[in-house]
């Protein structure tokens, strides 16, 4: 198995496996006659973690959410673990089983308590027995350090604790990739930080992960690779350290100018 | 020979109650039953299916109750189909409540936020799931209030029943007046029945409304 080598953020060379999870091949979506995706390929590797980044309109959070098929394209192909999307309501399932998604306004079922957030689909999607689905529950309740407020509704908590339970509720079906689609950008900065050190603890434990997110300090620690979008097409993909000390691209040195600069 | 209206013909009046009562409860649930899948209809993603469910709606919706009430209880004998009055006003009316409960409830479950069917999607659930557990349980909640102010509404409505001939409150009514000749005291009364049946309702609704656009817990 021939293993390819990224950079961290760090600098020290990192083992990307060869399996691929996610493969786009020539996507395209359209609104109506403006094109939101142009002709997007993208390999993820098991184990990899990537972000993407880019001005908002240039189609980031659509590319995501057209990997569990939020939202739908027109053309290409996506293939997620082997499975390649296309009309079949069963592949549909079968992906979105395996794909955790975090939004940024958290989502959560504000009628169910935090457990039960976090139960819901394992019992009902997977079929498992109540207290299995329970104790599966608290252990990612643990994780994301937030086991003591189970029984609150989502209303009762704050930002950053319901951005966890997010994390949680997805973690509880035991994903293959997560993906983050801006999911500190509803936050009061002070909770920036909780989550993303929640997320900072998934990738080290090997997640796959795809993020949408404007926290370069992240992307730099973390990612394996950052992807920068503009206009719906991907302009500049790159490890971390070649991506902020070397941009390539014109559209890629405007973006960080903007957001670097103060 | 003509009678004074007495504590007999209230009475008779009082009793007609039940059956303005009996009417309405049957109309509600079934209303209810079919209500809750043109709802569903109305909200479907699959095009034909709300095509169907909104002209459904509009068809009840754009015609008065008492035609409709007409249309099924001559409807029925003109096509050999024995319809007492009880059968043709429950059915009617189911008919109408079910159009009128179904474009309140569709707007219900238009107001749960989108994030909450993306985010029970992206966890695998499917339509039946999704509905059951995630967006009617907070339908339900937006739907508490407007539902009773409907069934104000509709209390009053079996009112029509009459003129199809089912004795109810509004017949029982016109029959004492057809004996007292009092038609000011005998209306009179009835009115108020009925303001005493619908009055508590409205005040319920109203609550309901309040409590439920407090701030969420």
């Known amino acids: ?262 | 020979m003509i009678r004074s209206f007495g504590y007999n013909e209230f009475l008779f009046l009082l009793s007609a109650v039940q059956w303005t009562l009996a009417l309405s409860a049957i109309a509600f649930i079934g209303g209810a039953t079919v209500g809750l899948f043109v709802a569903l209809g109305r909200t479907s993603t699959i095009k034909p299916v709300r095509l169907l469910a909104t002209g459904y709606i509009q068809l009840f919706q754009g015609t008065p109750l008492l035609m409709q009430l007409f249309l099924v209880f001559f409807g029925a004998t003109v096509m050999g189909i024995d319809m007492n009055p009880w059968a043709a006003a429950a059915l009617g009316l189911t008919l109408n409540a079910s159009a009128f409960l179904g474009e309140i409830w569709r707007g219900c479950i238009q107001a749960v936020p989108r994030g909450q069917w993306e985010a029970a999607s992206a966890l695998g659930l499917r339509y039946p799931g999704l509905m059951r557990y995630v967006i009617l349980p907070q339908a339900v909640k937006v739907a508490v209030p407007p539902t009773v102010g409907f069934l104000v509404q509709l209390i009053k409505s079996t009112s029509l029943a009459a003129i199809i001939g089912f004795t109810e409150l509004t017949r029982a009514g016109q029959i004492v007046n057809n004996a007292t000749f009092q038609p000011f005291l005998v209306f009179g009364i009835v009115a108020a029945i009925y303001f005493v049946l619908c009055w508590p309702l409205s005040l319920l609704s109203a609550r309901l409304e309040q409590r439920y656009a407090a701030p969420a817990r």
């Open chain 1, 1 to 262: 198995m021939a293993l390819a080598f990224d950079h961290a953020g760090d600098g020290a060379p990192r083992p990307i496996s060869s399996e691929v999870v996610i493969r786009m091949d020539g996507v395209q979506k359209w609104y109506d006659s403006f094109q939101v995706l142009k002709n997007i390929n993208l390999e993820v590797h098991k184990g990899e973690r990537i972000v993407i980044c880019g001005p908002s309109g240039s189609g980031k959070s659509t590319l995501i959410r057209c990997i569990n098929q939020l939202e739908k394209h027109q053309q290409g192909t996506i293939t997620v673990n082997g499975i390649t999307l296309d009309s079949h309501h069963r592949h549909l399932d079968q992906v979105r089983r395996e794909v955790g998604m975090v939004f940024q306004q958290f989502n959560l079922f504000p009628h169910l308590t935090v457990l039960q957030n976090c139960m819901l689909a394992p019992m009902k999607v997977r079929g498992t027995s109540k207290a299995e689905a329970e104790a599966i529950a608290m252990k990612y309740l643990e994780r994301v350090r937030i086991p003591d407020q189970a029984h609150k509704h989502p209303g009762q908590l704050s930002g950053g604790q319901q951005q966890r339970v997010a994390i949680a509720r997805s973690l509880c079906m035991n994903p293959k990739v997560m993906l983050f689609d801006e999911p500190t950008s509803a936050l009061d900065p002070e909770m920036v930080k909780e989550v993303l050190d929640t997320m900072i603890g998934l990738a080290e434990d090997g997640m796959t992960m795809l993020c949408v997110t404007h926290e370069m300090g992240f992307a730099k620690s973390v990612a394996d690779r950052v992807i920068f979008m503009d206009r719906g097409e991907i302009v500049e993909e790159a490890s971390p350290a070649e991506f902020f000390t070397n941009p390539k691209s014109e559209r890629t040195r405007n973006f960080l100018g903007q957001i670097l600069s103060h």
